[in-house]
């Protein structure tokens, strides 16, 4: 399986961007798929998460202002970022899995919000 994350960008506060994360293989629908962040010198922090099912939480950072979603058929799964705080910024990751039997990981894509 291989996860390859775009998207990202450069965008003022206020904003909006749209990642994307696209699966290789046929393991997709049946696996949750989660986006990490990680900002310099912090740790990496999940993001938001949807089940296979379509069930999605959230940080609560970015509760109200960030929507994850999927489209089986495409094996991809986005994040739609509203309303960017440069506390956004950090490199973003997506994951399928959740550890066991599955967890890879995509290359990650760097998000810079500016004040």
């Known amino acids: 399986v291989q996860l390859q994350a775009s998207g990202g960008g450069s965008v003022q506060a206020g904003g909006s961007l749209t990642l994307s994360c696209a699966a290789s293989?046929?393991?997709?629908?049946?696996?949750?798929m989660s986006w990490y962040r990680q900002a310099p010198g912090k740790q990496r922090e999940l993001v938001a998460a949807?089940?296979?099912?379509?069930?999605?939480n959230y940080a609560d950072s970015v509760k109200g202002r960030f929507t994850i979603s999927r489209d089986n058929a495409k094996n991809t799964v986005y994040l739609q970022m509203n309303s960017l705080k440069p506390e956004d910024t950090a490199v973003y990751y997506c994951r399928l899995g959740l550890g066991y039997p599955f967890d890879y990981w995509g290359q990650g894509t760097l998000v810079t919000v500016s004040s």
């Open positions: 293989g046929s393991i997709f629908s049946s696996n949750a």
């Open positions: 949807i089940t296979s099912g379509g069930s999605t």
